[in-house]
């Protein structure tokens, strides 16, 4: 069976490249053309019984020429693209290209599209991957994975750009255009080449100049309406210099000079004074409190579906951008191939440093929830409450809020499922309110409903 399935997936990766070739070089009249003289050349064999060779010799004409015509495309063209800073994930994202035309000859009727990176997936992510369309497909497709693997693909590229019309460009002279396309996915697009086509006089095949013109486009995860959670924590003492945290809370205003000890770190030395004296001097400033929340994204996809995950990676934005305007820090927990930490708020980078960062997770390949919550008991001390985006609510994650919750740790916890069940809230059983199961495909109309000033 193994070596009957990677026999497929060969075909398939030729059947691939073939079928690619194809449509990009014939056109919607070209392939339909194409169909006639594949159909005529099996009805037509015998050309006693039949008259279908007539129609393939008419057919296979009209694309030999068409074949030729194309041969006499030659144009000096220079294509840049104008590419946003972001882009965002099922939202239509635009952007500007310019062709410049360094012949002495006008050139009309052009075609152009920007080509996107496409990996295609290995034997091994061919067999392990889980598309959810499959669920509706028939018995077949799902035996052989053909449609799966066209899934994969188009997941990979991340988005389908269609040809745009460039009606003339005069000669020495550029013409200047708007793209719209829609992203299917979030983390980066990776542009490779720009292609400029002309069709041939019957509009059946394209000749086209490519030109490599390398970039990439950040998409950034769909977001929701949230609120900002006041979890009701207390202020907590924030260790280290926070100097940069742009005056939070109880700010840290310098209070005296003293003399230097071992320990101290070199951006506090008073330089000045450290010139006159010739001792270093450090300057001392006022302890640092103000609210500071954790936020923790778990990232053990295991059984679950990627749909459940993209939704937790969305959940997790949300939550990201609604601390732009408010007097408080918030850092972004998970374990992915190693254990990451990072921290925004005003004075520690902007909420979009997070989007970035979320743009770009992925799941971990093996659950680690020792490291996890270590992770998050290592920071706990600064924590003022924890927000937890979960995908399950099994025995090791109801453990894990259980041991923040017996040290009085204000948790509010998020579940996402792919289909409504009544779960315990467990640890949470004295605030249920805190304890929100979201479904995947109801997520903003459920979060409206929830009653944040209870929380």
Known sequence: MAAT?????????ILHRLSR??????SATGLL????????????????????YQIFSISFSLLLISFLSSLL?????????????????FLPVRYSVTIENSDNKRHIDLLYTDILESKFPSFKEFKTAHDPADKNRNWFDRKI???????????????????????????????????EFIPTRRGYLRFTHSRVARPDPFGLFLSFKSQK???????????????????????????????????????????????????????SIHWRSYAKRGDPIVKE????????????????????????????????????????????????????????????????GKSSNLLEILACVTPSPEPDFHNLTNLIEKNLSEFSGLILILLDWDEKRQEMVKRFTSIKVPVIVFVIMESPVNLDPGPLSNHPERFIPLITDNIQDA???INWAGI
């Open 285 to 348: 400033f006022k302890d640092e409190f103000f609210v500071r929340h954790g936020l923790v994204l778990d990232t053990f996809i295991e059984d679950h579906t990627p749909s459940q995950f993209e939704e937790a990676v969305s959940l997790a934005a949300s939550f990201s951008l609604s601390i732009e305007d408010q007097d408080s820090l918030l850092d972004l927990l998970f374990i992915g191939n190693e254990t990451h930490h990072f921290t925004t708020g005003r004075g520690f």
């Open 33 to 52: 053309i194409l169909s006639c003289i594949i159909a005529a050349g099996i009805f037509g064999i015998d050309t006693r019984a039949s008259l279908a």
């Open 213 to 267: 013109n390398p970039e990439k486009l950040l998409i950034l995860p769909k977001t929701y309406r949230v609120p900002h959670v006041n979890l009701m924590g207390h202020r907590k003492y924030q260790q280290g210099d926070l100097n940069q945290a742009s005056l939070v809370g109880d700010s840290q205003e310098f209070m005296s000079l003293r003399d230097y000890q071992p320990g101290d770190p070199l951006r």
């Open 73 to 89: 495309f030659r144009a000096r063209l220079t294509c840049k693209r104008h590419l946003p800073e972001y882009g965002t994930v």
């Open 447 to 449: 979060l409206d409903s």
């Open 21 to 26: 070739w194809t449509r990009d070089r014939f």
């Open 5 to 13: 399935g990677r026999l497929l997936y060969h075909n398939f990766h």
């Open 145 to 179: 994975g053909y449609p799966k693997l066209m899934s994969m693909l188009q997941r990979n590229r991340g988005a389908s750009i269609s040809w745009s019309a460039v009606d003339e460009i005069p000669a020495q002279d550029e013409k200047g255009f708007t793209i």
